[in-house]
């Protein structure tokens, strides 16, 4: 059947860059799903996404020029019925009784019509899938351009080009119509340019000012960024400056420009004075620079900057630039110097002032609780000092009072690691402190100290314990208090830290009140099974079959992951697991495992393949029953799979005799108990 090329553009003002991706995955998933469903398009098709700040675009190659036509079967009443109820039928489908026909389905004989439906064009069809899949992309926030009846999108929509087969699909949103047209970028291209096909697309783009593909606009920022740190370059140095890597500030980039092209400014290098962390949060957060490493892999004074033009020929834009940094570092060091005067400990009066949640307190509040959290789960992370772990969080808030984190909000901590360590406070305190809020995602590492992880898992215990005992618990996408990621990092510096404290000890010193223990917990075991599929890549049944059996000790359910892992691709392990789901369902058909408690009589094991299966299974109980090498312990337990295959096949589990039949039942229950310390087998899917 023939196809055409399809590709659709919404033109926008300036959407913010964070929600572009997200934004071309819907467009995408939503489009794309509607095709496949109308059997427009293949299943492994193939169909891209591009986008800049002023405009989302979705390409697909090869699109059917109609449905499919299909045959559907229409079972009426049954054969048996009277003729008059088949004539009714033939007459409901509009044809004569010669054309229905006996078919037989699970309930018998039916009378039937396969009833022909002919394809729609999809010239057609994309005329209402288009429109309405436009204002089905979900935005965090949306907005009204043309009063309160009419429609929402994330910014107001200006254009709408639309191509299938070289034709415009007509439709219109918002009183905008589609057309054959585009635009340029607003200084280095036509506001209007016809357009013809996909690939003439991209060539007007490209001569009007616009690099559509973001791969290309990343490429240019970074080409550009390593020929200018080229021509810098010290005369005699064997190395060049670098530009240090920063793939979030980049990616912003990408999406701010339709035409980024890199330049270099410089600062005074007496600002070096100043901490690196405060110079480069200066300049990534509040200017979007790139920072730049001198050869010796310290912070030169340098940076990067991306203009949305084809170049600054009188210098004037890195002038600006230049003299707005130079303001910056000039109130940072005012903060700096200003904040030095008052110690982090006389700041601690000043935290009643500052107000963490209005049923929790103020953060002096919190801080008395962090203090005695620490205490409390210092037996936990047995390597930190105690007494520097809780001097650190007496410390660790004192910082939102400086005039630097009033400014500089996402230096919180940082700042008060920073002063902490001016101040004269111990190392093991002031890095403690530095690293008191991480991580902060899955990406970004934990505490470095142990001191550090201890503070941090009571920071954050203890602000789950409290938020959920006041019913504060996250909803769909609602999460003011970012709970989940505080759940995150505690798993994680379990993890990383190879704490193996386990879950409900760590709520329980936390002492949350009322039902919000049981909800943490279940809190806690979600955030688990997130963390060991996506983070650590287990596959799901993996995960739920070690889960099943114990989930309270972080790296112990990391290590029986692993050792699934290992042992899954060998030869006895999944058809060990499809015997071990036929042991649990003959089990709970018995009335379930726990009405069969203890140990078989051995007296009453036939010889043969039940004597046998049991003596092995002793053998190998035995010699790992202590063992925490999982590897070995599941390597060990598929070995069973002969003997478990002979059992089923030679024995009559359910024998007539009610003494043997509950001694086998009592047999396969404790196989099941003296098997499952690892995984839980019958959870496995077997291919």
Known sequence: ?????????????????????????????????????????????????????????LYIPAVLDKQPDIEKLVTGPPKSA???????????????????????TPKGEYWGFRQKQKGLQTK?????????????????????????????????????????????????????????????????????????SFQQYLEALKNNGVVLKAAERREKILADAARLLAAAQPEGSPRRPTLRENPTLLNTLVYLTEFPTADMGQFDPAYLELPEEVLVTVMQ????????????????????????????????????????????????????????????????????????????????????RNVALVRRLAAFVPQAPVEHAARAAELAKCDLTTELVKEF??????????????????????????????????????????????????????????????????????????????????????????????????????QPSGEAAGQLGEFFLDRLRYYLREVRGFRYDEVNAVLAVGAQDVPDAIARCEAVRQVRPTSNFEPLSAAFKRIQNILRKAGGVGQFPGEPD????????????????????????????????????????????????????MAEDERVRRNRLTFLAWLLRAFTRVADFSEIVVS
């Open 602 to 653: 051995a007296a009453l094991l036939e010889g043969g393949a039940e004597a046998e299966l049991d003596g092995q299974a002793r053998r190998v109980f035995e010699e790992t029953k202590e063992s925490r090498d999982y590897e070995m312990v599941l390597r060990r337990t598929a070995e069973l799979r002969p003997a478990v295959d002979t059992f089923f096949d030679k024995v009559l589990v």
């Open 124 to 196: 057609e069809l994309l005329k209402t899938l288009v429109p309405d899949t436009v204002l089905r992309i979900h935005f965090p926030k949306t907005m009204y351009w043309t009063g309160k009846n009419g429609p929402r999108f994330i910014r107001p929509i200006r254009s709408l080009l639309a191509l299938y087969g070289r034709r415009v699909v007509p439709f219109s949103i918002a009183g905008v119509k589609s057309a054959a047209y585009t635009f340029g970028h607003r200084v280095l291209g036509k506001p209007r340019i016809k357009v013809t």
């Open 82 to 104: 009277p003729q008059r109820a088949a004539e009714s039928f033939a007459q409901k489908m509009g044809v004569p009784l010669s054309q229905i026909e006996v078919v037989s």
């Open 409 to 510: 909000t996402e230096l919180q901590g940082v700042v008060g690691g920073l002063y902490a360590r001016a101040q004269g406070e111990p190392g093991e305190v002031a890095d403690a402190i530095y690293d008191h809020y991480k991580p902060e995602s899955m990406e970004e590492r934990s505490p470095r100290t142990p001191a550090g992880a201890l503070v941090a898992l009571a920071d954050k215990l203890d602000t789950l314990a409290g938020c959920f005992s006041i019913g504060l618990k996250p909803s769909g996408s609602s999460d003011p208090f970012a709970l989940r990621r505080a759940a995150q990092g505690v798993v994680k510096i379990l993890a990383d830290h190879n704490l193996h404290a386990p879950l409900p000890e760590l709520i329980a010193a936390a």
């Open 1 to 57: 059947m023939p196809s055409n090329e399809f590709f659709l553009e919404i033109g926008t003002e300036e959407i913010p860059d964070w929600m572009i991706e997200p934004a071309l995955k819907e467009l995408q998933n939503l489009l794309w799903g509607d095709l496949l469903l109308r059997s427009l398009v293949q299943e492994d098709g193939l169909a891209e996404v591009h986008a800049t700040p002023r405009r989302l675009v």
């Open 285 to 368: 957060h509040h200017q979007k620079y790139l920072s730049v490493s001198d050869a010796a892999g310290k912070l030169a004074p340098r940076f990067i900057f991306v203009m949305n033009l084809d170049g600054d020929s009188t210098g004037a834009i890195r002038h600006g630039n230049e003299r707005v940094l130079r303001a910056r570092f000039n109130d940072a060091r005012f903060f700096w110097e200003t904040d030095q005067k008052t110690p982090l400990g006389d700041r601690l009066p000043m935290l009643e002032h500052v107000t963490f949640q209005s049923q929790l307190g103020s953060y002096r509040q919190k801080t008395e």
